[in-house]
């Protein structure tokens, strides 16, 4: 199994790159958001990937973290979805996104990835609901050695009389992952405090960890 790729990108294609391992030339398949993500021809990059076996074919998958891995593993479990209808979701919704309609339940969000229909997407979010917070609460872990440079980029300092920007998508899903726990440690059940977590980061993309609880915190408390 060949989990993961480190070296220079030799090759770009539409939906896939071609990464140079010391003179061995690798073909990894990718997103469209991992495509626009990578550095530039001749520089180093690193992808966790996944291989798909089947009678006539032997592809890689590559992802530009292991959170993001495991969400293509899992979306794939779903009937009618497949490696390439996966990759699209997390093309267009990244895992975080990806998350957040599954856990909010909007299939809408999950159709408008490319060559997702309807029915497809509804599956989606009735299987996996349950299953979404557990990935979640993995999330700080599998974004604590992310393996692409060119995902993390340093936050741009605030100018007075602007709103802060929206943290990188990797910090955004620790930060996710870090409120989630903190709500399971107070004794909210998982779904409830999954909503919750992902509702406000929805609407407030620039909270860290403690802005998310306390947002959090205001929408599971019970109202008169």
């Not at 790729?5 to 073909?27: E, P, Q, T």
Request: glycine share 10%; with cysteine.
């Amino acid at each position: 199994m060949i989990g993961k790729i480190s070296g220079r990108l030799d090759w770009r294609g539409a939906d896939n790159v071609l990464i140079d391992v010391r003179g061995v030339g690798y073909i990894v398949h990718v997103s469209d958001r991992t495509l626009a993500a990578l550095p530039g021809i001749g520089e180093a990059c690193a992808l966790y990937t996944e291989l798909v076996v089947r009678e006539d074919l032997l592809q890689l998958i590559g992802f530009p973290t292991m959170l993001e891995k495991e969400w293509h593993r899992l979306l794939t479990t779903v009937q009618g979805v497949g490696a390439k209808a996966a990759l699209s979701i997390l093309g267009a919704l990244g895992a975080e996104g990806t998350a957040r309609a599954i856990t909010l339940g909007d299939a809408r969000a999950i159709q408008a990835a490319p060559g997702i229909g309807p029915k497809i997407a509804q599956r989606v979010v009735l299987e996996l609901k349950s299953k979404a917070p557990a990935i979640m609460a993995q999330g700080a872990a599998l974004h604590a050695e992310p393996v692409l440079d060119a995902v993390i980029e340093p936050a741009a300092p605030t100018r007075p009389g602007r709103k802060a920007a929206a943290p990188p998508v990797v910090a955004r899903a620790a930060y996710s992952a870090d409120a989630l726990s903190a709500l399971l440690n107070l004794g909210y059940g998982q779904a409830d405090a999954a909503q919750a977590v992902a509702q406000v980061s929805g609407e407030q993309p620039e909270a860290d960890t403690a802005a998310l609880i306390r947002h959090a915190l205001k929408l599971l408390m019970p109202r008169n």
